[in-house]
C-alpha cells in the first residue's frame, strides 16, 4: 500500500429490500469500522462512506408484492439499517442513499461524460417481453427450470438452488413473474460499456499490478472473469424505478442498478462535502488519496472490474488501491437466507442484547470469513464471549481495578520499574505486528495478537498473586503488581480501540484517562503516582444457556416456518393461454341456503344465488364451515363448470377458496358487498 494523504474508505452499499444482518456485518462493516478507526488512531486522514443501495428489480418485486411504492420499500429499510449501523456503533461519516437527487444528478453525469465520449455502444438486442403486463422483463422477473439442477424456481440471472450463473434463455420453460404467462422475445435498445476493448488496452496489465497485495480469493475471481474474456455489458434497463437515462426521448430507460449503485459512493462524498462546506473532489481525483472498498465476495466483480472501467472512462478518478473482499459467513451450519429468514439480524440482536455490542463485534472479527467461509453458531457465540471476554479480559480488568481500590484508595502506588518479559513481548506485538497486519485486511489475527496481552497481564496477575501477600509487611511488591497491572490496562484501553471501541472507552473511564488519544499512547510505560482511577465496572457479563436456548429456538421456528410454507403451497401449474381463461365464466353469488349431506362428513349442499339463476353447488366445505353460519355469505363462482353428480346431488358449479399454508379454507369474496351476478375477472 503507497502512503497517501487521505483514505477513501468506502463500506458496499446495502441493498434496501431486507435487515442487516451478522453475514453483512462479518463480510463487511466491522472489518471496514476497524480498518477505519485504526487509522483515526494512528492519525490519518479518513473519509467512510456508505449508504443505501436504492434502484433495481428486487425492489419493484418487493414493492408489487406488498402494494406499495418502490418508495414505501426503500424509505423502510433505509431507515432501519441506517438505525442498525448507528446503534451498533460503525463510525460512517456518511450514510446517503441512492434515491437521492444528489445521487441520480451525479449518475447521470457520469453517463453523460462516457455518452459524450463515444464510450457506450448503442445495440438493440431480443429481451423477454410480458405481452399481458406490457413490459420487458428484468432477469429476475423471469423464472423457469434450472438446466444444471432442475429447480423449477430459478431465476432468469441466477439459480439460487445450486447457485449456477444463468441468462433467461438458458431457463426450461420460462414463465413471467408478473403474469404467470410465457414472455415472447421483443426488440430493445440498450446501452453498452466496452468492457472487452478496455480489457486489451488496461484491465489486464491494471490487474497483474494487483497480484501481490490483493487477497488470493479476490484476484482468483478477477482472473477468472479475465480468462474467460470479458464482454461488452449493458449499462441500462427497462424499467420506471431507476435513475433515467438521460436523453430526450428515452423514457422508460433507467441506468443499470450495477452503474448506479457504485457512483453511490461518489454521491454519498458530496453530499458529506455539502454539509462540512469542504471540497469532495480531492478525495476521489488525487493522486494523493487511498480508494479502498470493504465488500463481500458476491460483488467482487462489480468492484474491481466494472466499476474501476467506469471510473477509467470518465478519466478524472483515481482506481482502488485495493477491495479486501471476505467469504461469505454461514449460521449453525447452513447458509444464510433473507427469504427463508434464517439469518441473526441486526437490530433484533441490539434488542435482545442491549448493551452487548462490543460481544457481537469479537465474535464476528474472531470468525471472519477472510479468506473461506466460516460459521456463526450461538454456542460458540456463548463459549467465545464467556470464555475469553468475561474471562480473560474482563477478569484481568476487574482484578485490576477492585485490588486498587482496596489497597490504595483507588490510586496508582508509587512503585519500582518493572518488566515482564511475557507482557512487554505481547504490548511490543501490539505495537508492530497490529499495524501490519490490519493494513493486510489480517483482521482475525490481529485481535488474537492484541487479546494476547489481556492473556499475559491475566497470567501474569494470577501468577503474582498479591492478594495472598502481607500488604503491610509486603508494600512494595504489592504496590509493583498492582502499578504494573495498571499499566497493561492503560495499553489494552488503546489497543482495543479499533475493535472493541465500547469497552476501550469503559477502559479510560475506568482509569479516569481521557477519552482522545492516538496510537503511540500504547507505548506509555505507566501513569502518575497518585492518579486517582475511577470506579470498577464489569465488563462483560456471561451470556446465560437461556439466552442462547432462545436464539436457537428462534431460528428453528423460522425453519419450521418456512418448511411448512415450501411443503404448504403447490408448485404453479403450467401456463394456460389467455383465450383459456377467458373461457372460464367467474361470477358473485349469495349463499341462500346451506345444508350437510348425508354420510359425507366433508360435503355441504348450498342454495346460491348467482344473478342469473339460483343453484344447487356441492361443496367440500363441512370440516370448516358451519351450515348456519354461511348463509348470506357471498362467494365466487365457477359458472361454466360442467354439471356433476356428488352422492346422487347434481352439482352446477365450483365455490372457489382459498387454502391457508395450515389448510384452512377461506372463501374467495369481494372485499364490500356486491349484487350477485358480477363477473370476477
Excluded at 321 to 331: G, Q, R
Excluded at 413 to 431: H, K, L, M, R
Aim: include cysteine.
Amino acid at each position: 500500500m503507497k502512503s497517501p494523504k487521505r483514505y477513501t474508505v468506502t463500506a458496499a452499499l446495502p441493498y434496501a429490500n431486507g435487515p442487516v444482518h451478522i453475514g453483512h456485518l462479518a463480510g463487511c462493516y466491522i472489518p471496514a469500522d476497524t480498518f477505519v478507526r485504526f487509522l483515526r488512531l494512528t492519525g490519518k486522514d479518513v473519509l467512510f462512506i456508505c449508504g443505501s443501495d436504492e434502484h433495481g428489480v428486487p425492489i419493484t418485486l418487493k414493492a408489487r408484492n406488498e402494494g406499495i411504492s418502490p418508495q414505501d420499500v426503500v424509505d423502510k429499510y433505509h431507515k432501519l439499517m441506517g438505525d442498525a449501523f448507528r446503534d451498533l456503533g460503525i463510525s460512517f461519516d456518511v450514510y446517503s442513499r441512492t434515491s437521492a437527487p444528489i445521487h441520480h444528478e451525479t449518475a447521470q453525469e457520469f453517463f453523460l461524460n462516457l455518452y459524450n465520449k463515444g464510450e457506450f455502444t448503442e445495440q438493440s438486442t431480443e429481451q423477454y417481453f410480458d405481452e399481458q403486463e406490457q413490459t420487458f422483463l428484468a432477469d429476475r422477473y423471469i423464472v423457469g427450470t434450472c438446466p444444471n439442477c432442475g429447480n423449477d424456481n430459478a431465476y432468469g440471472d441466477q439459480c439460487e438452488k445450486c447457485g449456477k450463473s444463468l441468462s433467461p434463455s438458458d431457463l426450461i420453460n420460462p414463465k413471467s413473474k408478473l403474469s404467470g404467462l410465457a414472455p415472447v422475445k421483443k426488440q430493445t435498445k440498450h446501452w453498452f460499456l466496452a468492457l472487452d476493448r478496455y480489457q486489451q488496452e488496461w484491465i489486464n496489465d491494471w490487474m497483474l499490478t494487483k497480484k501481490d497485495d490483493w487477497k488470493s480469493n479476490v484476484y482468483g475471481q478477477c482472473k477468472s472473469w479475465l480468462d474467460q474474456g470479458l464482454q461488452p455489458r449493458a449499462i441500462t434497463r427497462d424499467l420506471d424505478w431507476g435513475v433515467k437515462v438521460p436523453l430526450e426521448g428515452e423514457e422508460g430507460k433507467v441506468l443499470y442498478v450495477w452503474f448506479d449503485a457504485p457512483i453511490g459512493y461518489i454521491s454519498a462524498t458530496r453530499e458529506w462535502a455539502e454539509r462540512e462546506g469542504k471540497d469532495w473532489k480531492p478525495w476521489w481525483q488525487s493522486d494523493e488519496s487511498n480508494l479502498i472498498h470493504f465488500i463481500g465476495k458476491d460483488n467482487i466483480v462489480f468492484h474491481c472490474i466494472i466499476f474501476p472501467a467506469i471510473l477509467k472512462a470518465h478519466g478524472d478518478f483515481i482506481l482502488p488501491e485495493n477491495v479486501p473482499a471476505n467469504e461469505f459467513l454461514n449460521l449453525e451450519g447452513d447458509k444464510i437466507s433473507t427469504s427463508r429468514n434464517w439469518a441473526v439480524w441486526l437490530h433484533e440482536y441490539l434488542q435482545d442484547f442491549p448493551g452487548r455490542r462490543d460481544e457481537l463485534r469479537y465474535v464476528l472479527t474472531s470468525i471472519a470469513p477472510e479468506t473461506k467461509d466460516s460459521d456463526f453458531s450461538w454456542k460458540d457465540y456463548q463459549a467465545r464471549v464467556n470464555n475469553e471476554l468475561a474471562d480473560i479480559l474482563g477478569n484481568f480488568v476487574n482484578r485490576v481495578m477492585v485490588l486498587t481500590h482496596k489497597y490504595f484508595e483507588g490510586k496508582v502506588p508509587a512503585s519500582t520499574f518493572q518488566v515482564v518479559d511475557e507482557v512487554e513481548t505481547a504490548t511490543s506485538n501490539i505495537f508492530s505486528k497490529v499495524p501490519e497486519l490490519i493494513e493486510g485486511y489480517e483482521f482475525r489475527q490481529a485481535l488474537f495478537e492484541t487479546l494476547n496481552l489481556a492473556r499475559s497481564g491475566n497470567k501474569y496477575l494470577a501468577d503474582a498473586q498479591p492478594w495472598k501477600l502481607n500488604l503491610e509487611t509486603q508494600r512494595d511488591e504489592v504496590a509493583g503488581i498492582i502499578a504494573y497491572s495498571i499499566d497493561i490496562v492503560s495499553r489494552l484501553s488503546v489497543a482495543l480501540s479499533p475493535f472493541l471501541p465500547d469497552t476501550s472507552a469503559r477502559l479510560r473511564r475506568m482509569l479516569n484517562l481521557p477519552a482522545q488519544f492516538g496510537w503511540n499512547d500504547l507505548m506509555v510505560t505507566s501513569l502518575p503516582v497518585g492518579h486517582q482511577l475511577g470506579l470498577p465496572e464489569i465488563l462483560y457479563k456471561k451470556i446465560e444457556d437461556a439466552e442462547v436456548e432462545a436464539q436457537v429456538a428462534k431460528l428453528e421456528a423460522s425453519k419450521a416456518a418456512h418448511q411448512t410454507t415450501e411443503t404448504s403451497h403447490k408448485p404453479v401449474k403450467d401456463a394456460i393461454s389467455y383465450d383459456d381463461f377467458m373461457k372460464m365464466d367467474i361470477r358473485v353469488g349469495t349463499i341462500l341456503e346451506a345444508e350437510r349431506v348425508p354420510k359425507a362428513d366433508k360435503l355441504l349442499k348450498l342454495l346460491v344465488d348467482t344473478g342469473v339463476d339460483k343453484r344447487t353447488v356441492v361443496s367440500g366445505i363441512a370440516e370448516h364451515f358451519a351450515p348456519e353460519n354461511i348463509v348470506g355469505q357471498q362467494v365466487s363462482v365457477l359458472m361454466n363448470l360442467e354439471p356433476r353428480k356428488i352422492r346422487g346431488i347434481e352439482s352446477q358449479g365450483m365455490i372457489l377458496m382459498a387454502e391457508d399454508s395450515d389448510g384452512k379454507l377461506k372463501f374467495v369474496q369481494p372485499n364490500e358487498s356486491v349484487n350477485p351476478g358480477a363477473e370476477v375477472r
